[in-house]
């Protein structure tokens, strides 16, 4: 059961620029500490004790504000960064070099005594926060956003923000495998409403662009011209958007 204790001290240092040497990570770093009790408390489960196997994880929850049912499988080097406010479910699988961030809640959405917990891939970063509810697949490599509610599977090799979690952006392997703080990119997230509002406003201009042709080619009689003063609630939503937006910079 120890043996991989050395892999997992490694595991921390490497993605934690805060820690200074194994000792330190071994004596001070709560997300430790969880992941070792949770290895007894799985064992005592795994030999059919079961109460000794929750009176180990409510040790371990006391201790560091980290609640990992025993019958929850993780993988190797596995991290929670900062710790507490951390729940992990029964039926939740985690894959390697999974890291989680505090406040995280891989959490189920049914009394069924099956399978009602996510599943993590190999290399998920989970942000600050997020809940991740129900059955679903995290795919490998995939970047979940702080604050984030998943509730549906996430591909692999994705970050996701909001609520309910959407991609933020086209997917790029190359750019997402890459170490993401929080789970949450740093640039520029598009603002989705935003971005439909946008749209409207462009179909709006060709639209009126072509009734402007198509008036100057058959111009209507006087009697027939109706004035319209004021813009319709479409554009004047759409207008107020656009400015939110160039007035930050971005030109959409």
Not at 13 to 27: F, H, K, Q, T
Not at 68 to 86: K, Q, S
Not at 197 to 218: F, H, K, M, Y
Request: with cysteine; proline share 8%.
């Amino acid at each position: 059961m120890f043996k991989h204790l050395r892999e997992e001290i490694d595991g921390i240092m490497a993605r934690d620029p805060a820690a200074r040497s194994r000792l330190e990570v071994a004596i001070c770093y709560p997300g430790f500490h969880a992941i070792v009790l949770h290895r007894l408390a799985r064992r005592a489960r795994d030999a059919g004790w079961h109460l000794t196997a929750r009176l180990v994880s409510q040790i371990a929850r006391s201790l560091t504000g980290i609640e990992i049912h025993p019958g929850a499988t993780i993988g190797r080097r596995f991290f929670i960064d900062h710790g507490m406010g951390v729940v992990i479910g029964e039926t939740a699988e985690i894959g390697d070099d999974v890291m989680l961030y505090h406040g995280v809640t891989l959490g189920g959405t049914s009394l069924d005594p099956g399978k009602r917990h996510p599943t993590l891939g190999d290399g998920v970063i989970v942000g600050a926060g997020a809940k991740i509810l129900g059955a679903i697949t995290i795919g490998r490599g995939a970047r979940i956003g702080a604050n984030a509610v998943v509730v549906a599977d996430v591909p692999a090799d994705t970050a996701v923000v909001g609520i309910p979690a959407k991609p933020v952006a086209p997917r790029d392997r190359a750019e997402t495998r890459k170490f993401m703080p929080y789970g949450t990119p740093c640039g520029e997230i598009p603002d989705p409403v935003a971005r439909a509002l946008s749209g409207l406003l462009d179909q709006v201009t060709a639209l009126q662009a072509r009734v402007g042709e198509l008036e100057a080619a058959n111009p209507p009689s006087a009697a027939t011209v109706l004035p319209r003063s004021t813009p319709t609630p479409l554009e004047a939503v759409a207008s107020h958007h656009v400015g939110m937006h160039e007035a930050q910079g971005d030109p959409r």
